[in-house]
């Protein structure tokens, strides 16, 4: 199964797609506060375009662990002029914008500003009302796997493919096709490092199911303990994670940084071919 939403028409001829991670929140754990400012996020966006950027994810409440929940019109305040101010060029470059929120209303309001794809951390189950807004729009959605405790003993790939099909399940209710759903694992949320290194080792048997899969491994605490360092020095770490899971057959990369990523995927790439 291959991403049918014409959206993708183009992009999904040279995967991994490359999504940049614009946050415009004071807490995110790794770039917290360094773009909030409109000014800010629409001079990275900006950046992140230049560098070969195939989506750009816009978020507006942090996902860290022990993060603040905030109000939607919180959410919607951070997230609704950034959307105004990157979405033209970004649309003019035929590069889609998705929007990462759980809340249905704030997927709504993001619709209407420019965001094309809906990016769920909770993979539809927190607010189930948000498949019906991707449906009405017509809008992609990326389902991500996640749990409010962690707990060592569970077996992760029957974890994920159990609530992949509750999620799916709210999709196909809501009207959503299988071409317009993007399974996430979540590496790094409601997972021990074993887990989330496991579902990575084991992605291949996720994409088995024939839905695209977005890895967004980018400067995570597993790595962090691998290596011993802070998250802004997870690049190498990361770049490794990513590549490995391109070869488990990821189809999108969820990035902080996108050159690197687009360089390391141009010459998998060319390895690739060399090699057929």
Not at 58 to 69: C, D, F, I, L, Q
Not at 99 to 125: F, H, M, P, R, S
Not at 248 to 269: F, M, N, S, T, Y
Request: aromatic share 4%; proline share 6%.
């Amino acid at each position: 199964m291959t991403i049918r939403h014409p959206l993708f028409s183009r992009l999904c001829q040279d995967t991994p797609l490359i999504m940049g991670i614009l946050n415009v929140t004071p807490d995110s754990f790794s770039d917290g506060g360094m773009f909030g400012a409109v000014e800010a996020a629409h001079a990275h966006a900006m950046i992140m375009l230049a560098e070969g950027a195939d989506i750009i994810d816009v978020g507006g409440e942090s996902t860290r662990p022990g993060h603040e929940e905030v109000s939607a019109e919180d959410e919607q305040a951070r997230v609704l002029p950034v959307l105004a101010a990157i979405s033209p060029i970004a649309h003019a470059q035929n590069v889609p914008i998705s929007i990462d929120t759980y809340k249905a209303a704030t997927a709504e309001a993001a619709l209407k500003a420019g965001a094309t794809v809906i990016n769920d951390v909770w993979g539809l189950q927190r607010e189930p009302d948000i498949a019906h807004v991707a449906a009405a729009h017509g809008a992609p959605v990326i389902v991500m796997h996640n749990r409010t405790e962690i707990d060592p003993s569970l077996q992760v790939i029957d974890e994920l493919c159990q609530f992949f099909d509750r999620s799916i399940a709210i999709a196909h209710q809501a009207g959503i096709d299988d071409g317009s759903i993007i399974l996430d694992p979540g590496i790094g949320f409601g997972k021990t490092p074993a887990q989330s290194m496991e579902a990575l080792s084991r992605l291949s048997e996720l994409r088995a199911r024939g839905y695209p899969i977005l890895v967004g491994a980018s400067r995570k605490s597993f790595i962090g303990a691998l290596i011993n360092q802070p998250p802004q020095e997870r690049l190498y770490g990361t770049l490794s994670a990513h590549m490995f899971a391109v070869a488990q057959g990821a189809d999108i990369l969820r990035v902080h940084d996108v050159r690197p990523h687009v360089e390391a995927k141009r010459v998998w790439k060319a390895l690739v071919a060399a090699g057929e």
